[in-house]
């Protein structure tokens, strides 16, 4: 994407215009004034009813401004501040912060009102932030653009939320836990300026360290993963996305769409943008704080130290539940720690000092064990006891930290007691948590953003296809009363080279029969009908038919479609190659469009047990091989396709390239809402797609 011109201008601006300044009792123009007391710049009130406020001079309108105006906030009443907006662009002011409400979150009207400056930041190349924002922060010119009742403290994290009544409790907490911030801003409406703008700025700006963010929704879902994908190589992105639903699901009318719902596309689209997803506000903090201030581990091999047996098991057994594990010592580090140690504590890993340990045998054995060439981090915990002096040790733990280099976190338990020691070990960038299994998450969450950096993305293969046929095809259902399409769009599928049965749709039982005499051995045979998405269920597919019983079946199938539904489009009966099932796996390979990410790719077992057992992974299109060959890797039947019980294995590299022929295909058609192959069946010999099923939208061809 294009990086929105001057935008870092919203974070240090030398003059901010207040569009709306006032000192009435109550009101947001006064508390944005009041909360900008502190600011290092000029700060310029704009009211035409007042020659001053708060004893600084005011203006009537920005035109009478003398000097230039970095950034304006707006708090007017909605119904001019559509004019005032406009008539700050006029005059060259190139950031806006609408704080003001009452646009696309009230109806149409309101919506109307969002459209106009949606077009007046076009017109005018504007950075617009909101509307109903609570505003901007930026702690390094001391500037408190919102009317939130706290300023942040600084620090090198930068944060966006959605909600603004989210950042004003965020902020009283972090104040409380000694959290600072770079920047902090309220996205509000997004009418211009989203998620991806700022994770983008922040990451140019060289001075935030880590970037979070309070989401109830992406705006553009492939440039977020796109954009963020180049960020996290520097910048960690951690989030908490909230607003999960299931109504995209429930509104689908293909296997793929019930199984790939909105949550998972999130879910989907988070991973393969390289970000850190929290789930709660607490574990939003706990991955920043370690991220903010501790090396990547060069391996996942934990070491725990403890004084007391249970909590060092509920650090073993939250490691078990984590993608890291435990270290096992040299034996130099077990001889050494036998040499140190008590004949009491236990020298393997976990370590228990014991709890008449004293600072000094902590200390030892942290050492001993970040020395071990097979110990990547450690945990260190502690337990309160009259032989154990907190702040001692925290000088200790930050001290044999620094001297190895491995990332390490603490577990001081306990109260007032923990504050100070709990600062120390703050100030040098080692996070300390009340619970052992939060300290292992956090580490967890540490590893995994080193294998986000060292992850390449790699382009989508470009597959030679037949756009100009497939278009063709999908334009058939401008001339139906529907705008599903089932088998008789096969051909769909050769276009773009995913392989398919021999075999043809045919209205007559004297052309299902030369159809079937030009395949070898029995066929199938299946009613085709836009109006009978489950044909299995009233007896609408028969396997096997010989040549000499193809009329017949015929006929039967006809009769039986219409006894079920005697209103159904009968478009004919497909007589198809028989594909052996025995020798091959039956799988699912779908799409599902989401409103946010688009093309959502689905891969997993197929068949009639696709929606029973829903072993399936997904990721969002454009997918690549590598991408491709994960979807395979993660479903739990696996197996079945690599050999298992003496199986032959199928023929996985043609699984692949099915999954990246299919997204390109979708990628390339938005047109096309949902698409399910079942089964698509994978045999030692390729792929043959069985079925197809899918949905198109003829006003996007």
Not at 136 to 163: C, H, I, K, W, Y
Not at 181 to 200: H, M, P, R, Y
Request: glycine share 8%; hydrophobic share 40%; net charge negative.
């Amino acid at each position: 994407m294009t990086m929105p011109r001057g935008a870092r201008g919203l974070f240090a601006p030398e003059r901010v215009a207040v569009v709306g300044a006032t000192e009435r009792e109550g009101s947001i123009g006064r508390a944005i004034m009041e909360n900008l007391e502190s600011f290092a710049g000029d700060v310029v009130p704009i009211n035409p009813k007042r020659d001053e406020v708060f004893g600084i001079a005011a203006y009537s309108d920005i035109g009478a401004v003398p000097d230039p105006v970095d950034m304006a906030v707006v708090v007017v009443p909605p119904h001019i501040a559509v004019d005032a907006v406009r008539n700050l662009a006029e005059n060259g002011v190139k950031n806006v912060v609408v704080i003001t409400a009452g646009f696309g979150e009230t109806g149409s009207e309101g919506a109307a009102r969002e459209h106009e400056l949606q077009e007046i930041a076009s017109e005018y190349d504007l950075n617009l932030v909101g509307p109903n924002s609570l505003g901007v922060m930026s702690t390094p010119v001391d500037m408190n653009g919102s009317f939130g009742p706290e300023d942040a403290l600084p620090g090198s994290m930068s944060f966006m939320s959605q909600s603004g009544a989210f950042i004003t409790a965020v902020l009283d907490w972090a104040n409380d836990q000694d959290i600072g911030f770079k920047d902090i801003v309220s996205l509000g409406n997004k009418a211009v300026l989203d998620e991806t703008d700022f994770i983008e700025i922040w990451n140019e700006d060289g001075d935030t360290d880590v970037i979070l963010g309070y989401l109830e929704g992406i705006e553009n879902g492939r440039e977020f993963i796109d954009t963020a994908r180049d960020v996290t190589e520097d910048t960690p992105i951690v989030l908490v996305k909230s607003g999960r639903t299931d109504a995209g699901a429930q509104a689908a009318s293909s296997h793929t769409g019930t199984i790939a719902g909105s949550e998972r596309a999130y879910e989907a689209g988070l991973d393969q943008a390289g970000v850190l997803r929290a789930e709660n506000v607490e574990e939003l903090f706990d991955y920043a704080r370690i991220l903010d201030g501790q090396p990547v581990p060069d391996g996942d091999d934990v070491a725990v130290i403890t004084n007391a047996g249970g909590p060092g098991v509920m650090a073993t057994d939250a490691i078990g539940d984590s993608d890291l594990n435990m270290a096992s010592f040299t034996e130099e580090t077990v001889e050494r720690l036998g040499e140190t140690m008590p004949d009491e504590a236990n020298i393997y890993n976990p370590v228990d000092v014991i709890g008449d340990a004293d600072n000094e045998r902590f200390k030892k054995a942290l050492d001993i064990v970040l020395e071990d060439e097979n110990v990547s981090s450690a945990v260190v915990i502690s337990c309160p006891t009259a032989v154990i002096e907190y702040e001692g040790l925290a000088d200790d733990i930050a001290e044999v930290q620094q001297k190895h280099g491995n990332p390490v976190v603490a577990s001081l338990m306990g109260g007032e007691r923990v504050e100070v020691p709990a600062d120390t070990l703050r100030d040098h960038g080692i996070p300390n948590y009340f619970d052992p299994a939060r300290a292992v998450r956090s580490l967890d969450a540490l590893a995994t953003y080193r294998d986000i950096t060292e992850l390449d993305y790699e382009p989508p293969i470009e597959f030679d296809v037949d756009r100009d046929r497939a278009e063709e095809i999908l334009r058939s259902v401008e001339n139906r009363d529907t705008n599903r399409l089932g088998v008789e769009a096969m051909e769909l599928l050769d276009a773009y080279g995913i392989p398919t049965p021999a075999g043809d749709i045919v209205d007559t039982p004297t052309k299902a029969r030369e159809v079937a005499e030009g395949i070898d051995g029995g066929v199938v045979m299946k009613i085709v009908s836009p109006d009978i998405l489950h044909k299995s269920d009233i007896g609408g597919v028969k396997v096997g038919v010989e040549d000499e019983d193809v009329e017949d079946a015929f006929e039967d199938l006809v009769t039986r479609a219409r006894n079920y539904q005697p209103d159904a489009t009968i478009l004919g009966v497909q007589v198809q190659e028989m594909v052996d099932l025995d020798s091959g796996t039956e799988t699912i390979l779908g799409m599902n469009r989401d409103p946010q990410f688009g093309p959502l790719m689905l891969f997993g077992l197929g068949g009639i047990f696709v929606e029973i057992l829903e072993d399936t992974t997904v990721r969002v299109a454009p997918v690549s091989e590598r991408e491709s060959e994960e979807m395979i890797d993660e479903i739990q039947s696996a197996p079945l396709l690599r050999g298992a019980r003496g199986r032959d294995p199928v023929d996985e590299d043609a699984v692949v390239e099915s999954v990246q022929r299919l997204s390109q295909l979708v990628t390339d058609f938005p047109a096309i809402l949902e698409l399910d192959i079942n089964p698509l069946v994978a045999t030692p010999d390729g792929v043959q797609a069985v079925d197809i099923r899918l949905t198109v939208d003829p006003d996007q061809l």
